[in-house]
């Protein structure tokens, strides 16, 4: 039998070529078959995409730390009586930096690069009807009310340029020099020759040409730290005089020669402003509803060595820088335009845009101490100063001179805020392509679904079924009558044995295999 199945292996193995080739040729075919059947059966549509309720958006206005809220023009007290022409005049003068940007770069705060558009319309409007003015505002504008996030109004103060003596020497009557900015004052992202460096953050003392010190304090500098090197621009009386200029951010001196020096603010030390008004306050000195710059100069002359002392305390120091101005002209704000006497406001420059427009309304001691004179005024932000901070904050600028001063030195009041948003940027408008939370559930289904604190409320173990299923019932008293509710058994459930763990089985360590060899003889 061995010969003849050798003899017919040859022909098994063709014919099972044979079957394996002939099912490589039906293969395409029933493939294809099975394709054409796929696409004969009727498709379904595809299930929707459930796209969330509530997706994240950024929000079309957000002011950090400030909440606001539309108003409407006749909303607002105060606002057909003011005078609109003034206000526009004022806002044309910061329209001038503003429309002529080309290409300004992309601004992080609310209002951003948005007043170009009315201020490309300002350029070339000139108006000298006050209701045309007022036409203007609100043909261009959205009023919204402003205020820090949980309250209802701002704060206002006051500022002004004072008028003070000085010389361009120093001798026994002028002695307390007005110094300009060091060479060896250093803040991060500038360089000296930036004009006006910022008025808030870290400012160092550069040794060498890598070693970074905090700089002098006010005590150091006013001891002679940079004393002797070509620094004094001119010099004063009194150091109240320097400290209330410092304060204001720029002075008018008047040179015993007979010229007027204005010099305006360039830098500081790097030290956060400490008022010295409130350390008066808190000393029992000056009574709160009494306290102003004009008491704060006259309790300095009167205590000349306690003032000494009481000035340390702000380890703040500005330096200035002289600027070319006649003495018609008026003080030139942050934005680097000529401020407005009752029309130009400082404004926390992290939160605004200079040119802004604000109507501020209150009641303040304008006509004197104790007075609530009516302010209703729309305002333009054309200045910053350190100690304004916040959505709802503005220094109202009054002008140069005693008189201004001691107006701009009662100032401490709360005041109610609307700012003047470009229509471009309504946030009533955007707002509305927010979408909104889902309506209300009914009492109804809310009492289906009641929603519990699990922290507050942790969930109860569930009661031990089959031993209460297992006790028996007590008996009734004797007497009583049966109950007439039908019994209600609770279903037992049997419990369901858990497997049995399997068997731990110890490795056991595989003999080792021994080969051998075996040598196949021919």
């Given at each position: 039998m061995a010969p003849e199945a050798r003899a017919n292996s040859p022909g098994l193995a063709r014919l099972a070529f044979g079957v394996i080739a002939l099912a490589w040729l039906l293969a395409p075919a029933d493939v294809a078959a099975a394709r054409h059947a796929r696409s004969q059966k009727p498709s379904q549509p595809a299930p929707p995409v459930r796209h969330l309720p509530y997706p994240e958006l950024e929000l079309p206005f957000q002011i950090n730390g400030g909440q606001y809220a539309p108003v409407a023009w006749s909303q607002i007290a105060g606002w057909s009586e003011d005078d609109h022409l003034a206000a526009y005049k004022a806002f044309r003068v910061s329209c001038r930096p503003i429309a002529a940007q080309q290409k300004p770069p992309a601004d992080p705060k609310a209002l951003g690069t948005s007043l170009r558009d009315p201020c490309r319309v300002a350029k070339g409007l000139e108006l000298s009807d006050g209701v045309k003015a007022k036409a203007f505002f609100e043909e261009h504008f959205v009023p919204v009310r402003i205020s820090r996030l949980g309250e209802g109004e701002g704060f206002v103060t006051g500022y002004y340029e004072p008028i003070v003596d000085g010389s361009r020497t120093e001798n026994e009557v002028y002695k307390v020099p007005v110094y300009r900015r060091p060479s060896n004052l250093f803040v991060r992202g500038t360089t000296q020759g930036s004009v006006g460096l910022p008025n808030k953050g870290q400012v160092f003392r550069k040794i060498g040409r890598r070693k970074l010190v905090p700089y002098y304090n006010r005590a150091e500098i006013e001891d002679g730290a940079i004393a002797d090197r070509g620094l004094e621009i001119c010099f004063l009386k009194e150091q109240t005089d320097l400290l209330f200029s410092q304060i204001q951010g720029s002075a008018r001196v008047s040179l015993d020669d007979g010229s007027t020096l204005r010099i305006n603010y360039d830098a500081h030390n790097g030290y956060p402003y400490t008022a010295v008004g409130r350390i008066l306050i808190e000393r029992n000195i000056i009574p709160k509803d009494q306290m102003s710059m004009q008491k704060i100069r006259e309790w300095m002359e009167q205590n000349p060595n306690e003032a000494d002392e009481l000035r340390r305390q702000n380890k703040s120091y500005v330096f200035f820088r002289e600027v070319q101005l006649s003495d018609k002209d008026e003080a030139v704000g942050a934005q680097g335009v000529p401020l407005t006497p009752g029309r130009s406001i400082a404004v926390d420059k992290a939160l605004h845009v200079y040119g802004t427009p604000f109507f501020i309304e209150g009641e303040l001691p304008i006509e004197s101490e104790l007075s609530k004179t009516p302010f209703r005024r729309l305002m333009i932000a054309q200045d910053t100063g350190s100690a304004i901070v916040g959505p709802a904050r503005a220094d109202l600028y009054f002008g140069?001179?005693?008189?201004?001063?001691?107006?701009?030195?009662?100032?401490?009041?709360?005041?109610?805020?609307?700012?003047?948003?470009?229509?471009?940027?309504?946030?009533?408008?955007?707002?509305r392509k927010m979408p909104v939370p889902d309506p209300?559930?009914?009492?109804?289904?809310?009492?289906?679904?009641?929603?519990?604190?699990?922290?507050?409320?942790?969930?109860?173990?569930?009661?031990?079924?089959?031993?209460?299923?297992?006790?028996?019932?007590?008996?009734?008293?004797?007497?009583a009558a049966p109950s007439q509710a039908p019994a209600v058994q609770a279903a037992v459930a049997t419990p369901v044995p858990l497997p049995e763990p399997r068997p731990k089985v110890e490795a056991v360590s595989p003999q080792p295999r021994h080969l051998r060899r075996y040598r196949h003889r021919r």
């Open positions: 140069a001179g005693f008189d201004a001063g001691k107006v701009a030195g009662r100032l401490r009041h709360n005041a109610r805020f609307v700012m003047l948003v470009p229509k471009g940027l309504d946030p009533g408008a955007l707002g209300r559930p009914s009492e109804q289904i809310a009492k289906l679904f009641p929603q519990t604190d699990p922290s507050k409320n942790p969930a109860k173990p569930p009661p031990d079924v089959t031993a209460a299923t297992s006790a028996k019932p007590a008996a009734p008293p004797p007497g």
